[in-house]
């Protein structure tokens, strides 16, 4: 059963800074791994998605790694802005022994730039 | 833009009653998905679908059944609502054969069981 860690639970910055939050999962059979971005009280907005085959992606200021071999992936935040505080989640996509998609969350860390 | 629309933001029902939380979403979409958020737990999946009246039970599917009569459309239901059933309710849909499709989600239900 894939299960997805994010250390740390809360993470404060100050602005201006570059970042990097962490992602581990136990199930190397991973076949994407998506970041999401939730602001309180809402739903959660996707951010980067990385297929198994691919390293890394980029959107912007925001830049995700996948090292299936390690179990890690990673977010990597340049030049943070306090807009960029929110909670960040990173879900495993496996296949179920049903032959269905799943996807696992970790539990988030909420991360608070400083002005 | 991929829409996922949840009929409710904020709802309070009684113990015992029969709750319908619904989506919408309007990308045509063959998965989609809920999930219940609860502090120190993370989402946790409760049912998916990937066709028309198909279903799969999730992680925790105890206390909760689904409906999916339309593909646009996917309904939890609680048929008899407990107090350990009050949690932030998320739906969410993607594209099937999604290695390159990201899950999209709704804003979010907020449930109080009272």
């Known amino acids: 059963k894939q299960e997805v860690t994010q250390i740390p639970a809360a993470l404060s910055v100050p602005e201006g800074e570059n970042l990097v939050l962490n992602c581990s999962f136990t199930d190397s059979a991973i076949y994407n791994l998506q970041w999401f971005r939730q602001d309180p009280g809402k739903g959660l907005t996707s951010l980067l998605l990385i297929q198994s085959s691919q390293r890394e992606q980029t959107s912007g200021r925001l830049n995700a790694s996948l090292d299936k071999s390690s179990g890690r992936s990673t977010l990597y935040i340049a030049a943070s802005q306090p807009g960029d505080s929110a909670t960040y989640l990173c879900?495993?996509?496996?296949?179920?022994?049903?032959?269905?998609?799943?996807?696992?969350f970790g539990t988030g860390t909420r991360l608070t730039i400083i002005p | 833009d991929v829409k996922v629309t949840q009929s409710s933001r904020y709802l309070v029902k009684r113990t015992g009653e029969k709750v319908f939380l619904e989506c919408v979403q309007d990308?045509?979409?063959?998965?989609m998905f809920w999930y219940r958020q609860d502090p120190g737990l993370g989402l946790r999946l409760i049912y998916f679908?990937?066709?028309?009246?198909?279903?799969e039970k999730g992680d925790i599917p105890e206390g909760y059944s689904v409906s999916r009569e339309k593909k646009e459309r996917f309904s939890l239901i609680l048929e008899s609502a407990s107090t350990n059933q009050t949690s932030m309710y998320l739906c969410?849909?993607?594209?099937?054969?999604?290695?390159?499709?990201?899950?999209?989600f709704g804003n979010g239900t907020r449930l109080t069981v009272t």
């Open positions: 969410a849909s993607s594209l099937r054969g999604w290695e390159n499709s990201p899950l999209h």
């Open positions: 879900a495993g996509g496996v296949i179920s022994n049903f032959g269905n998609e799943k996807l696992t």
């Open positions: 679908s990937y066709d028309v009246k198909m279903k």
């Open positions: 990308m045509d979409h063959e998965n």
